[in-house]
């Protein structure tokens, strides 16, 4: 706070609260980090900060989503559970002064409010294998001792629409376009020399400004789940491998007690020609099998490639991994999936 003293017409001394939540809402070219981190402080003066800030937004009849968009737009979400705290429950109560009657108190506002950060990082964290389901959510919102009131139309709406479109906690810059488009057919090699050499820069930059935004959501989840847990919301976040296996073992229960109470007559003898035909539809009764031939597949793959004597033929290994990564997310094999897409054809069987 003692950095801002002096800044943009504050005063060099005990700045008030309204104006600094003004500063921070209306200076442009603020690093959205720092003001996160400023509005989710602990010490009286951030916290009189935060409250300002909140007071500043007229969220009358604004949708509960649509209000917390807004809210967050101004700042990046901090990466530690605390600061996140004091900043939903800020929004929770001037969303329920700017609508009243909407929750039978600040506290339902406020797990909701922390609900859909959750489901927010849950959904559109490529990390996570496993998802929040919809009756989870809902759980979860109604987990506050007042929030059982909390409308089940009103919460699927807000669990659509969040899955769909993500709430922004960071600065997602987008990628340029072509830096060399500007050099034309005639130019010489030494534009074009540059104009390659500015492409580079700007992939460069892209790569480094993914793996930012991808540390920041990984901060923003776990910051998430330490708060769930402290707060004790009842939900844990599920283990892809173990969901996976669960669900693999029910599926093969189910398949063996099929055999083991089939009618003997319905099954044809040693001497008949015919033999026993079980359908199943059951797509899980396929994990066992692609996880048993994952290593042999990965090594058949890297052969393939580099055998190829051309593009044409070694688009197909290419176009082989594509299938098997969309079926290792449809069967749940999280190291299966990350092998094929973080690697490629080339060192797959070196990575698993």
Same mark, same amino acid.
């Given at each position: ?5 002096? /800044? ?9 609260? /309204? ?30 900060? /935060? ?38 429950? +800020? ?55 007042s929030g059982g009131d909390v409308d089940d139309a009103m919460l699927h ?21 072509? !830096? ?13 020399? +540059? ?20 540390? !920041?959501?990984?901060?923003?989840? +776990?910051?998430?789940?330490?708060? !769930? ?56 009764? +396929? ?55 973080h690697t490629g054809p080339h060192t797959t069987a070196l990575a698993w």
């Amino acid at each position: 706070m003692a950095a801002l003293t002096g /800044v943009g017409g504050l005063s060099n001394e005990n700045p008030d609260p /309204v104006d600094v939540a003004n500063f921070l809402l209306r200076t442009k070219g603020l690093d959205k980090a720092a003001v996160g981190e400023l509005l989710g402080g602990h010490d009286d003066e951030s916290v009189a900060v /935060v409250r300002a800030f909140a007071r500043s937004f007229d969220f009358s009849k604004l949708d509960f989503d649509v209000a917390l968009r807004v809210f967050l737009k101004p700042f990046r979400l901090p990466g530690e559970a605390q600061k996140i705290d004091r900043l939903m429950e +800020a929004f929770a109560a001037r969303y329920c002064a700017c609508n009243d009657g909407a929750f039978a108190n600040t506290d339902a506002a406020y797990v909701l409010a922390f609900a859909v950060i959750m489901l927010n990082t849950d959904a559109h964290n490529d990390a996570m294998d496993v998802k929040m389901t919809r009756d989870e959510f809902a759980a979860m919102a109604r987990s506050a001792e007042s929030g059982g009131d909390v409308d089940d139309a009103m919460l699927h709406t807000l669990y659509d629409r969040v899955v769909k479109d993500e709430i922004k906690f960071t600065d997602e810059e987008k990628g340029g376009g072509d !830096a060399g488009a500007g050099a034309g057919a005639g130019g010489t090699q030494k534009k074009n020399a +540059a104009a390659d050499g500015a492409a580079e820069d700007a992939a460069s930059t892209r790569r480094r400004d993914s793996k930012a935004l991808k540390e !920041a959501k990984e901060a923003a989840a +776990a910051a998430v789940d330490e708060l !769930a847990k402290s707060l004790n919301l009842g939900w844990k976040r599920r283990d892809a491998a173990a969901v996976a296996d669960a669900a693999s073992e029910e599926v093969l229960r189910e398949t063996r007690g099929l055999f083991e109470n089939a009618d003997p007559s319905s099954v044809s003898s040693s001497s008949s020609s015919s033999s026993a035909f079980h359908a199943a539809s059951e797509p899980g009764l +396929a994990r066992p099998m692609l996880e048993a031939a994952a290593a042999p597949l990965l090594r058949a793959l890297e052969g393939a490639y580099h055998a190829a004597d051309d593009a044409a033929h070694a688009a197909l290994p290419l176009e082989c991994a594509r299938a098997s990564l969309r079926l290792s997310a449809e069967l749940r094999l999280p190291k299966l999936r990350r092998v094929l897409s973080h690697t490629g054809p080339h060192t797959t069987a070196l990575a698993w």
